[in-house]
């Protein structure tokens, strides 16, 4: 059964101090994994699309990776402001295209 | 630049009453998706549309229903609230089926069954 699984569920950082967060998925075939931020009672915001294992891609002070087994989102010098949860996906191969959302882990900057 | 509409945004209903929830999608998106968020929980996928046709199921009761229109906008129909069904429901659309052609949702419907 596909899954994806978040860690950890909750963080508090002070401002400026770095930090990843984790998404480990298990998928018969990955078409794509996604990250999402979503603000309490609201829609998720998308961030990043990975298609491939060593693919990076970056905004601001976000930076995501990916391996065959797991994502990484490096937060860099985070601000107050990038407190929200942040929920990663996948799409799997197989003729479906719903997303499969961990958890999420919600990160709490604090000033 | 233009959104996903999610009409109401927040809805009250008792038990056993029906409710009709509305989706429209970004301008030229053809495909539409719905979720179930509940309280703390991921957002759980229910149906999507391409093109006007069915073209995913998940985990969605057989009470609710739901159809996309001809101007592309989709509507979930649910039938026989119960408490359980309380959460957001999210709608999201894409520009079409293929990975590379991101989900991008709406603000959401709160539902909450008393």
């Known amino acids: 059964e596909d899954q994806v699984t978040q860690s950890p569920e909750a963080l508090r950082l002070q401002e400026g101090e770095s930090s990843s967060l984790n998404c480990s998925y298990t998928?018969?075939?990955?078409?794509?994994l996604f990250w999402y931020r979503q603000d309490p009672g609201k829609g998720p915001e998308f961030l990043f699309t990975?298609?491939?294992a060593g693919e990076e891609k970056e905004k601001e002070r976000l930076k995501a990776t990916l391996t065959k087994k797991e994502s990484f989102l490096h937060i860099t010098a985070p601000k107050p402001e990038d407190s929200a949860t942040y929920l990663c996906?996948?799409?799997?191969?197989?003729?479906?295209?719903?997303?499969?959302f961990g958890t999420g882990t919600r990160l709490k900057v604090l000033a | 630049a233009a959104g996903v509409i999610q009409s109401p945004r927040h809805l009250i209903k008792e038990k056993r009453e029906t409710a009709t929830l509305k989706c429209y999608p970004i301008?030229?998106?053809?495909?539409v998706y719905w979720y179930q968020q509940g309280p703390g929980q991921d957002p759980q996928f229910l149906i999507s549309?391409?093109?006007?046709?069915?073209?995913d199921k998940g985990s969605i009761p057989d009470r609710f229903s739901a159809q996309q229109f001809s101007d592309y906008h989709s509507e979930l129909n649910m039938s026989s609230l119960e408490l359980g069904d309380s959460a957001l429901y999210f709608c999201?659309?894409?520009?079409?089926?293929?990975?590379?052609?991101?989900?991008?949702f709406g603000p959401g419907t709160r539902l909450t069954v008393t």
């Open positions: 999201a659309s894409s520009a079409g089926t293929d990975v590379s052609y991101e989900q991008y």
């Open positions: 998928v018969s075939g990955l078409r794509g």
């Open positions: 990975l298609y491939s």
């Open positions: 996906a996948v799409q799997a191969i197989g003729g479906t295209y719903k997303y499969i």
């Open positions: 301008p030229r998106h053809d495909t």
């Open positions: 549309f391409y093109e006007k046709m069915q073209s």
